[in-house]
């Protein structure tokens, strides 16, 4: 592995007494002290420091299952990471083909005020999602985030099982990214398809394995390109609805009176436009995927305690601002019943190109349809970034092969990376119609998969905070807490696992069956349960009770680790 085999010194060979107090199963074996303060002088205690170089090694570079951040994480990782580049990751990974050509889509099936409505219910959760996160990684910034949280605060298993669903989904899910803009080059040129796979592979892999403070760069350069993207189709719509371009009238809220602001799906009467909105709200969850994915990196983020706090909350209320602004102008720039709202997977679709179009300005759908071009290619990025991660800290644990922790002497997993850039090459299965059928069934194997990390956000969150209150932490002690997370993260919870369930009804409505959906919307689950299941049997896994979470533990961990953090930023 590179990075050296030597012992850290200095601030940075401070070690939390955690590490020789958990077994396997995360079970604390300390005494009852229920001192939280800590002198960092007396962190690194003599019997720490009498390890042999050997026993360090062994016991800091997996860890045993309870180990919180391990020695192989502060010595192979750099912390290039900081709060605008985390800010920018999450919002790259939610800004992308689902705002620029989705919202049409959602005013088609729900009407504007069912799509408004469905997108705000989904703003909510994504709030709930990213302040449960944020008051987790704050205290535990580790590599693979929630997945990590999910050994230490529910099951081993339960980590092992959503750590791999992360890396399966993520496996396929770049691939899947290099097709579409494929696609979406097909709007300008005939050229062949080839061609642009093998360049998007090499810009992937060559920003994939080049420092993370690069990968932060090239992430907040795209970033803002949708960002100011974002605004501009923003403000543009507002003109055009005013009738502040020349020669075209004033749209206002024409068609929220006619066709009408509801649009009855499936069903007649008050419960076809209830099952419209609900529809929207099930499909606007896949837009607002990767959210959570900020903090997969918290080992290579700088000053991670306040830095990961402020990233989620920045980017819950961009996101969410964007999206309702945007939904917002959709639903009163276009008519609900508009056939150009459906077909093409290009700009053409997009209805900001729609009304652009309509109103005379013909450079729109390029301006659009290359930025969605980047919006795709970040997204593939973003994807690289979470699923190496998670790779890695599932093999600190010992649940993936240990060969994925080999890193380079800049700090980045790159057999993880080299891993992905095998699975890249399904790209070219778009090139044939009846592989490519199979390409998406893929894909669609874990497209439930966002919804099962959000509810395992809330549910280590829920775990934190009773486990304090079991323990008699205060909420205070929290490097980032708020009142009114713990009845958000109950509530969250609750409406992740009723659309998990009812994400495919459409499916069981009279002649609605489609295999294609059933598999997208459940399958899923199944697999996450199996492989959950193996692990637990394999290694005799126990769920964690309350009281045996060494909390006092982390949280000595984290006021060492924030002190270093200030020590580190004096030089």
Not at 48 to 60: C, K
Not at 163 to 173: C, K, Q, T
Not at 336 to 357: E, H, M, Y
Not at 513 to 527: A, C, E, T
């Amino acid at each position: 592995m590179s990075g050296g085999r030597h012992r850290p010194r200095g601030l940075a060979d401070l070690r939390s007494p955690l590490l020789k107090f958990v077994d396997n199963q995360g079970s604390y074996k300390g005494d009852d002290d229920d001192d939280m303060g800590l002198d960092v002088e007396s962190a690194a205690s003599p019997a720490v420091e009498s390890l042999p170089h050997g026993d360090w090694d062994r016991d800091q570079d997996q860890g045993a299952v309870g180990d919180v951040v391990t020695a192989a994480e502060q010595r192979d990782l750099k912390r290039g990471l900081a709060e605008r580049h985390l800010s920018m990751l999450g919002i790259a990974g939610a800004i992308g083909t689902g705002l620029f050509l989705g919202l049409g889509g959602a005013v088609q099936t729900g009407g504007p005020a069912g799509a408004l409505l469905g997108y705000a219910t989904i703003g909510l959760i994504v709030c709930a999602v990213q302040f449960a996160l944020g008051e987790v990684a704050a205290l535990l910034p580790v590599t693979g985030a929630f997945v990590r949280h999910a050994e230490l605060l529910v099951d081993p298993a339960w980590g092992f099982a959503i750590g791999w669903n992360l890396v399966y989904g993520n496996l396929l899910s770049i691939p899947s990214e290099i097709t579409a803009i494929c696609v979406l080059f097909e709007f300008w040129t005939d050229l062949n398809p080839s061609v642009f796979i093998i360049v998007f592979i090499v810009l992937t892999v060559a920003v994939g394995i080049s420092f993370v403070r690069v990968f932060g760069e090239v992430e907040f350069f795209f970033a803002s390109l949708k960002i100011l993207l974002v605004v501009f189709l923003i403000i543009l719509g507002l003109v055009i609805d005013l009738g502040g371009v020349p020669g075209t009238p004033r749209i206002g809220f024409r068609y929220w009176n006619n066709p009408g602001p509801w649009v009855e799906y499936i069903a007649t009467g008050n419960w076809g436009r209830f099952l419209g909105y609900w529809s929207v709200m099930t499909s606007a969850v896949f837009s607002f995927a990767g959210v959570e994915s900020l903090a997969m990196a918290a080992a290579e983020t700088k000053n991670p305690q306040k830095a990961i706090p402020k990233a989620c909350r920045n980017v819950f209320i961009r996101i969410v601002i964007f999206y309702i602004l945007a939904i917002l102008i959709v639903g009163m720039l276009v008519a609900s019943n508009d056939d150009r709202l459906t077909g093409s997977d290009t700009a053409a679709q997009s209805p900001f190109v729609i009304a652009a179009s309509a109103a005379g300005l013909p450079a729109i759908p390029s301006v659009v349809n290359a930025v969605v071009i980047t919006s795709a290619w970040s997204s593939s990025n973003q994807s690289l970034l979470a699923g190496t991660r998670v790779l890695y800290g599932l093999a600190l644990k010992k649940q993936a092969p240990q060969i994925f922790l080999r890193t380079t002497s800049w700090g980045v997993p790159y057999m993880c990376v080299l891993l992905y850039t095998v699975f890249m090459f399904l790209s070219f299965m778009s090139l044939s119609n009846g592989a490519m059928t199979v390409f998406w069934w893929l894909v669609d194997l874990t497209a439930a998969g966002v919804l099962v990390s959000w509810a395992s956000i809330l549910f280590n969150h829920i775990r934190l905070r009773l486990a304090m209150k079991r323990q008699g932490i205060p909420v205070s002690k929290l490097p980032w807490s708020n009142s009114w997370t713990l009845h958000s993260s109950y509530i969250a919870l609750f409406m992740c696992i009723l659309i998990l369930f009812t994400g495919g009804f459409t499916v069981f409505t009279k002649g609605n069956w489609d295999p294609s959906s059933f598999v997208s919307s459940y399958l899923d689950i199944p697999l996450v349960i199996t492989a959950f299941l193996i692990w637990k049997f394999m290694k005799k896994t126990k769920f964690v009770s309350l009281d045996e979470i060494p909390l006092r533990e982390v949280f000595e961990q984290s006021q060492v680790s924030q002190q270093r953090a200030v020590a580190e930023s004096q030089y």
